[in-house]
């Protein structure tokens, strides 16, 4: 389906994600392109150390991404614009959260992993209208963080910033499928 959407999706996750932080408020302690010292130590090196994540090069986050986040969640298997964000909301709330999300917007039991019934169902319904759905429920969860206070207003940019994209990568691809129809008929 979307199998040449990850290095768009990563480049506009990255630019979400940035650089090194350690912020008291973030319960993920040291992060580095989004990648939270728990997960580095979890995806790459058990006994990490803060320094060890702010020296983490961009091509093992990239690999991380990749495996932990991007593959688990079957990405590659969704359309265009659901699998960014999806992605996008797996890596910023967790790979637990996204898909359940994912599968109550298309009706399936959230059992938290996508299979054949959760594609089938994603299959069936509108891109953008998967994506619009996914995005209003991420950002009522966000909204209801006792961190909403500190992180709300950059979260809230994201999750705009997120619809937009995926909508858009959505609507092309669809465009790009219509011209193959007609170009076949």
């Known amino acids: 389906m979307a199998t040449s959407s990850y290095d768009d999706a990563l480049r506009r996750l990255l630019a979400h994600e940035g650089g090194y ?15 939270t010292i728990i997960d580095y130590r979890k995806y790459l090196k058990p006994d990490a150390t803060a320094a060890d994540v702010k020296a983490m090069r961009l091509d093992e986050a990239k690999a ?36 359940k999300v994912l599968q109550r917007v298309v009706g399936v039991a959230d059992d938290g992993r996508i299979g054949p019934l959760t594609l089938a169902a994603v299959r069936a319904r509108e891109p953008a209208t998967i994506v619009a759905a996914i995005c209003g429920e991420r950002l009522a969860f966000l909204q209801r963080l006792k961190t909403w206070p500190v992180f709300g207003k950059g979260w809230a940019r994201r999750v705009a910033e997120v619809r937009a994209a995926a909508l858009a990568m959505a609507e092309r691809a669809g465009r790009m499928s219509e011209a193959s129809s007609a170009v076949r008929n």
């Open 21 to 35: 932080s350690n912020h008291p408020s973030d319960p993920g302690g040291p992060t580095n392109f989004g990648i």
């Open 64 to 99: 991380i991404y990749r495996a932990k986040y991007w593959d688990a969640m079957r990405c590659d298997e969704l359309p265009a614009g659901v699998d960014y964000c999806v992605f996008d909301y797996g890596v910023n709330s967790g790979i637990g959260r996204a898909p």
